[in-house]
């Protein structure tokens, strides 16, 4: 699992108008997993599945 960070250097992520994370491969807004007793929240792409880490 890729940081969010690298993955939006590496093309993978992108921003929308409104700074949204956006998948580069489906053009989706990401949706947030966010596990109370963990630093990173995980990000998911709804179409595709993928999914990058991003530490809170």
């Keep these: 699992m890729k940081s969010v960070r ?8 992108e921003k ?4 949204r ?4 491969e489906c053009e989706k807004p990401l949706k947030t ?9 995980v990000r998911i ?5 993928a ?3 991003e530490i809170r």
Excluded: F, M, Q, S
Excluded at 6 to 13: E, F, P, S, T
Excluded at 16 to 19: A, E, G
Excluded at 45 to 49: D, K, R, V
């Design 6 to 13: 690298k993955a939006l250097r590496a093309g993978d992520l």
């Design 16 to 19: 929308d108008t409104y700074d």
């Design 21 to 24: 994370l956006v998948c580069g």
């Design 33 to 41: 997993e966010n596990d109370p007793d963990e630093i990173k929240t």
């Design 45 to 49: 792409c709804p179409e595709c599945g």
């Design 51 to 53: 999914e990058w880490k």
